[in-house]
């Protein structure tokens, strides 16, 4: 077998952060929020991911890219680009935004926030509000093969959500939005209907084996996460995928449908 390795042609990974929304409902013990990719966009076009990306300079506070915050903002703030749900407290009083709260600001901020003309965190600011970081709890950590083209160093974080915000993609990077089991999802992969990538598709498996919201929050706040650097190696039966067997997935060894591209 033999493994990839880094060369100095491999671009350095960059920081990014994706946020595992879930919560329960009256048909349901657990759903997530996925939101499709434009199938334009070079990186997973077309993919239905978790809300995420790259952790801009604005969500920084202490000037460091490894600064723990600065990944929970970003995924706070990439949820609110790609979804429209505002997670954050007001300061007065310390509730959840509301409903209605959350679509004003949906529609005040979140084209400027999108492009990049007005920072996440001057618009909590400037509303006087308080990103709900304390929610996030660490769920995966993945780093992208040396191969591909474009590289990320992405922190995974898991929230339990009661909010009652609408959910309405950009209609630019994202072309979709839904909460969804991750059984159907899984389902709705194999038949076609979605397109998961590797990592996505792992982390929806290990989201199906949590009978609930509260066990997945429960077991997820007491296990240790093990960062995976996917290795690709080829077997007597293809091309597979090696990753750290104490990473929660359930093997070492897995097949990999996704072209070299992403």
Same mark, same amino acid.
């Given at each position: 077998m033999k493994p990839?390795?880094?060369?100095?042609?491999?671009? $350095?990974?960059?920081?990014?952060?994706?946020?595992v929304l879930v919560r329960r409902t009256a048909r349901c013990p657990l759903e997530t929020l996925m939101v499709v990719r434009h199938a334009a966009i070079e990186f997973a076009g077309g993919a239905a991911v978790f809300p995420g990306g790259r952790v801009d300079a604005s969500d920084l506070t202490d000037g460091s890219e490894d600064d723990?915050?600065?990944?929970? &903002?970003?995924?706070? %703030?990439?949820?609110? @680009?790609? =979804?429209?749900?505002?997670?954050?407290? @007001?300061d007065a009083g310390g509730e959840m935004v509301s409903k209605a709260r959350a679509r004003?600001?949906?529609?005040?901020?979140?084209?400027?926030? =999108? !492009?990049?003309? /007005?920072?996440?965190?001057?618009? /909590? %600011?400037? $509303? %006087?509000?308080?990103?709900a970081t304390d929610l996030l709890i660490p769920f995966a950590h993945w780093i992208t093969p040396p191969s591909r083209k474009k590289r990320y160093d992405t922190h995974f974080f898991m929230a339990s959500y009661d909010g009652d915000h609408e959910i309405l993609h950009d209609d630019g990077e994202v072309t979709?939005?839904?909460? +969804?089991? *991750? #059984?159907? &999802?899984? #389902?709705?992969?194999?038949?076609? !209907?979605?397109?998961?990538?590797f990592a996505t598709r792992l982390n929806v498996e290990r989201l199906a084996a949590f009978a609930s919201v509260e066990d997945a929050i429960s077991t997820v !706040?007491?296990? *240790?996460?093990?960062?995976?650097?996917?290795?690709?190696?080829?077997?007597? @039966?293809g091309r597979?995928?090696? +990753?750290?067997?104490?990473?929660?997935?359930?093997?070492?060894?897995?097949?990999?449908?996704?072209? #070299? #591209?992403?």
């Open positions: 990839e390795t880094v060369t100095e042609s491999s671009p $350095e990974p960059r920081p990014a952060a994706t946020l723990d915050e600065a990944f929970k &903002l970003a995924a706070i %703030r990439e949820t609110f @680009e790609e =979804s429209g749900i505002v997670l954050a407290y @007001e004003a600001l949906r529609e005040t901020y979140r084209l400027a926030v =999108s !492009r990049g003309e /007005l920072a996440f965190a001057d618009m /909590l %600011r400037d $509303e %006087r509000l308080r990103p979709q939005a839904e909460w +969804i089991s *991750p #059984s159907a &999802l899984l #389902s709705g992969a194999k038949s076609g !209907r979605y397109k998961l990538v !706040r007491n296990t *240790p996460v093990v960062t995976v650097h996917p290795e690709s190696v080829e077997t007597p @039966e597979m995928v090696r +990753i750290p067997a104490d990473a929660g997935y359930g093997g070492e060894f897995f097949l990999s449908n996704d072209p #070299s #591209s992403i």
